[in-house]
């Protein structure tokens, strides 16, 4: 954390009601729901970015669905009207003094704190990795400048060897490594080159997905696929000219070994972790996320600061879903603590991830916290542990409009948030 800041420049401090940092998903969608509850408050969020992404569109992208541009917009045009958008980059906080500091050292005070900026893609903790993303094979969905890289390359490759890699926990949209697998699977069967490309993919985790009700279906198509499947794999070093990624393998009793593998594409998600300035900050627990009550999204040492979406250190999938439900908790809980409303609500850990499992079809996973199946339709319309035609249209077709027309625009469907309820009362 920056030096205190001098009483002059605390004196000057930006004032605003509510500051949100980050204006990402979760950020837009509370600045939304809480404009939507009392159109007087005075909010300020506080990006440095120009462009808002709809980031879950971009595996659509690396398979050739989506066009790139259909996931991007201008960052002022999702700024709901009524929020003062303040373009800069957060330095760190002092939560007694109850400032954001802002990299050019000017500080923002508040009376409530909404803490979403996101995470940090770590593609440097890969040796090698930064110096040839985007050629020589290497590709990631997890960039949007990338995302049309990975199309390119599954178009191309008629055979030679495919591996897809999955870093360790936690990371946004824990089934987005598959999807980059399944689809470009299901583009070279169509073609009639599965058999000429040989498609690994290397989990750095012990089991495909996180809730075994999901885990069949998708064994069908690693079956289907014919992929070669390879647990407790970590990727540490890539050699892009050489085309050769090299495996750290954990095994059972505990030691590790190298292995390297040749590739001829290589689709990496890289190791996440909350941004620097969080991670630096007083508000963390000691893995480096932002510490929350994981019902009221609450920090659970400021009374005063709520965080949500990927940088929260609750246990549920980091996903868009995720934070499509918890914005309304959080936007309802920061007007109870400002005495405008009397109710607190709780977030369930609710998350969704449609693994894209076909063009086509997709397994449409839907949980709460402890990994409890938590389906948004009834089973006999969608059963989410089967793919469906009917997913895959809710995914490319329902999905888009009602992030950037429902969620940023703080329409709550299929989102209220409900009551809190207090252990001994139920």
Not at 111 to 131: F, T
Not at 159 to 167: D, H, I, N
Not at 175 to 197: E, F, I, M, T
Request: charged content about 20%; hydrophobic content about 40%; aromatic content about 8%.
């Amino acid at each position: 954390m920056p030096a205190l800041l001098s009483p002059a420049k605390t004196s000057n401090a930006d004032h605003h009601k509510v500051v949100i940092v980050g204006a990402g998903a979760a950020g837009i969608a509370t600045a939304s729901s809480l404009i939507s509850r009392d159109p007087s408050l005075d909010i300020a969020l506080i990006d440095p970015a120009d462009v808002h992404y709809y980031q879950p569109g971009w595996t659509m992208v690396g398979a050739g669905v989506f066009k790139s541009t259909s996931t991007a917009r201008t960052m002022a045009s999702t700024i709901p009207r009524g929020v003062r958008w303040i373009k800069g980059r957060v330095e760190g906080f002092d939560p007694q003094a109850q400032l954001v500091i802002l990299e050019d050292g000017r500080a923002v005070s508040y009376e409530q704190l909404v803490v979403c900026p996101g995470l940090k893609l770590d593609w440097s903790a890969i040796e090698g990795l930064s110096e040839t993303l985007g050629r020589n094979g290497v590709t990631s969905n997890y960039r949007y400048d990338l995302a049309p890289y990975t199309w390119s390359l599954v178009q191309n490759l008629k055979q030679g060897r495919a591996l897809f890699t999955q870093p360790p926990m936690p990371i946004k949209c824990a089934g987005a490594p598959q999807k980059a697998l399944y689809l470009s699977c299901d583009h070279w069967l169509r073609n009639g080159q599965l058999g000429d490309v040989k498609a690994s993919f290397f989990n750095a985790g012990a089991v495909l997905f996180g809730v075994a009700d999901y885990v069949p279906a998708l064994m069908a198509y690693i079956d289907k696929y014919g992929v070669d499947l390879n647990y407790s794999h970590r990727l540490v070093a890539v050699d892009g000219p050489n085309k050769r990624a090299t495996f750290i393998r954990t095994l059972p009793d505990g030691s590790s070994e190298r292995r390297t593998e040749a590739f001829d594409m290589l689709h990496v998600v890289p190791p996440q972790v909350a941004p620097d300035f969080i991670r630096n900050s007083p508000l963390v627990d000691a893995a480096g996320w932002v510490d929350v009550d994981p019902h009221t999204l609450r920090h659970r040492s400021f009374g005063n600061i709520h965080a949500l979406g990927d940088v929260a250190n609750t246990t549920n999938a980091k996903t868009a879903a995720a934070a499509r439900k918890q914005a309304p908790v959080v936007a309802n809980n920061v007007l109870v603590a400002l005495g405008r409303l009397g109710t607190l609500a709780q977030y369930d850990g609710y998350g969704s991830c449609p693994l894209t499992v076909e063009r086509g079809k997709i397994v449409l996973a839907e949980f709460t916290y402890g990994g409890k199946v938590a389906p948004s339709f009834p089973r006999w319309l969608l059963d989410g542990r089967q793919a469906t035609r009917l997913a895959w249209l809710l995914k490319a077709r329902v999905l888009p409009p009602l992030y950037w027309q429902g969620m940023l625009k703080g329409r709550e469907w299929l989102a209220r948030p409900q009551p809190l309820v207090v252990e001994g009362t139920r």
